[in-house]
């Protein structure tokens, strides 16, 4: 995963930071002490966990998994980017929600010379030791990586190969020497998303080939558990696509050898995880893409014998609680769905990219989004429906009429309708037609009670199984013209009335029709890179980078996009440095 620190800057950042330097020292202090006195020697199999005989048995006893993002792969250190030392009460917590397993990402540039022999600090290791000695203590796999390593120096290969390759051979050398002993619930993972700079596809694959069969016969060579411990492959870059997946087929088949996993990862539908492009609701392109996906990494791996960790899967930019929410939350609750049914049908095993500020709070070990989670956990084991959208939207400066939603049962029975504890009667309340649910005009008029802008009501849509599907009844009007505005490219925002409804997207084109902005092959700019709604103060905001981007001294017809269908027009100048906005 590229690295996503924004923690500095956040709100009640001193304290954050204060708590964590505490933790920080307590964690120096354990290690000052001797990891011996912290983490217990490793035994035959810890926290009583056997591994199972076969690769792909063992790999399926791994199921769900979760990363330690963003802390000892952070750069330079644990703590950088914003996440406090990890502990073993927090490992105990992730096995406590459920999870078998965790990636363990290492980031080892910064603690490590860069020169022959390429050693690596001794109580760096001895460090990456303990946490891997909680985890396996309790009760965890755990897979341990060389993480953003393979942008800071493996992406060099092409015109530096020598010594990349004598750098990547030698941290496995003293990592291989440092683990050899840990039972096989530990896993090795050759590099992360590995890259190489300038290199034609042709030669990235023969330079990834090289790596991970270099890995392999490092690992197996140096004495052990490592004779048979299950090593882990990635794909250029860890895209599922179908020429990398054969490509990976290919080197894992002339290893011989049954220990041996391949890794993706799965981000979703680009355009659909970062909102960019029109990607506001996980359409079909976007299903589509989830499950070839999943097809292609069962039929090319799985079904010839080769288990498929999901070492990373998440959406780009969601959830971001430092920002307004890119990808509305039904829409990415639907994806979480999809992605643990495609897995479970594919036999793929998916760890969840948690960089430590988006999931599980790692101070106060509590889920940031309980709800969240709850979407999340379910999937691994069962479906849930859903439905077209999770709102209903009433315009307030018209009567109400009957609205409409599409349900999704995904394989489950619609059961009814529930405000609280009160179930809703079908043909006073609603009708049903095969999977169209309509609220009739009488219900919703109750429903929104006095009308005031925002969500007047909450219903929950039950199925036979999974969790419920939550409708909000939401009053909106939509936003009134926007006024004239002026600002600098450093900041430029336009006062509005959001009346209720919520931005989707902003399309941004010149009178000739030319995209404009920092996304110029489409006329919808990402959500939260180019603008960005802020609620509480009525604005909407246009980034500096989309400013930066503009051509000077034409203007910009600006079309704003909101989740009731409403649209808004308004056009936008930038003259040098500074920038005038008026209603089009």
Request: charged share 20%; with cysteine.
């Amino acid at each position: 995963m590229r690295e996503s620190h924004p923690a500095a800057s956040r709100p009640g950042g001193a304290l954050r930071r204060l708590a964590i330097l505490l933790l920080a020292l307590g964690a120096t202090i354990g290690l000052t002490l001797g990891t011996a006195l912290t983490a217990p020697a490793a035994e035959a199999a810890p926290g009583g966990v056997r591994v199972p005989d076969s690769a792909m048995d063992a790999v399926a006893a791994m199921q769900p998994s979760w990363n330690l993002g963003n802390t000892l792969d952070a750069i330079p250190e644990e703590i950088s980017w914003g996440n406090p030392p990890a502990t073993r009460e927090l490992l105990a917590k992730v096995r406590s929600e459920g999870f078998r397993s965790v990636r363990i990402p290492v980031t080892w540039n910064d603690h490590q010379s860069a020169t022959a022999p390429y050693t690596i600090d001794a109580a760096y290791m001895s460090r990456v030791k303990q946490v891997v000695d909680w985890a396996l203590d309790e009760g965890l796999y755990v897979v341990l990586n060389v993480h953003h390593d393979s942008w800071q120096w493996v992406n060099k290969m092409p015109t530096d190969h020598d010594n990349v390759l004598a750098r990547f051979n030698s941290t496995w050398t003293q990592i291989s020497s440092a683990f050899k002993d840990e039972p096989r619930t530990l896993l090795f993972e050759s590099v992360n998303e590995p890259v190489f700079d300038g290199a034609t596809a042709e030669q990235k694959t023969k330079l990834l080939d090289e790596l991970n069969v270099s890995f392999h016969k490092i690992v197996r060579s140096s004495g052990g558990n490592n004779d048979d411990r299950l090593l882990v492959l990635p794909t250029e870059y860890c895209t599922p696509s179908q020429p990398l997946l054969d490509d990976l087929y290919r080197t894992i088949r002339s290893l011989d050898d049954d220990n041996v996993v391949a890794t993706v990862h799965y981000y979703s539908w680009w355009p659909f995880s970062v909102n960019v492009a029109g990607g506001t609701h996980y359409d079909a392109a976007a299903q589509k893409d989830l499950t070839d996906s999943f097809t292609r990494m069962h039929d090319t791996l799985i079904a010839k014998g080769i288990p498929v960790y999901l070492g990373e899967y998440g959406l780009l930019s969601w959830p971001d609680h430092n920002h307004p929410s890119s990808v509305e939350r039904g829409e990415a609750l639907k994806y979480f769905e999809h992605v643990g049914a495609a897995a479970r049908e594919a036999g793929v095993t998916t760890a969840l990219w948690d960089p430590g500020f988006a999931y599980l709070n790692r101070i106060t070990l509590k889920w940031r989004d309980p709800a969240l989670f709850a979407w999340i956990k379910s999937s691994w084991t069962t479906r849930s429906g859903t439905a077209s959208f999770d709102r209903v939207y009433l315009p307030k400066s018209s009567p109400v009429t009957a609205q409409s939603l599409t349900l999704n049962p995904n394989g489950t029975k619609f059961r009814g309708l529930w405000q609280g504890d009160t179930k809703l009667k079908e043909k006073r309340d609603y009708t049903l037609s095969g999977n169209r649910l309509t609220l009739t005009a009488k219900a919703l008029t109750r429903l929104a009670g006095d009308r005031e802008y925002g969500v007047n009501a909450t219903l929950k849509a039950r199925f036979s199984s999974g969790l419920p599907w939550q409708i909000d009844v939401v009053t909106y009007d939509r936003p009134k013209p926007l006024p004239a505005a002026k600002g600098t490219t450093e900041e430029f925002y336009i006062l509005t009335d959001y009346r209720g409804d919520e931005l989707a997207a902003m399309e941004s084109t010149y009178a000739n029709g030319d995209n404009a902005g920092p996304i110029d092959w489409n006329p919808y700019q990402e959500f939260n890179k180019a603008f960005a709604p802020d609620y509480p103060n009525n604005k909407i905001i246009l980034t500096t980078a989309f400013m930066k981007a503009l051509r000077d001294g034409e203007k910009v017809d600006l079309t704003f996009h909101f989740y009731s269908g409403a649209t808004v027009k308004y056009q936008v100048t930038r003259d040098g440095t500074k920038v005038t906005g008026s209603a089009s």
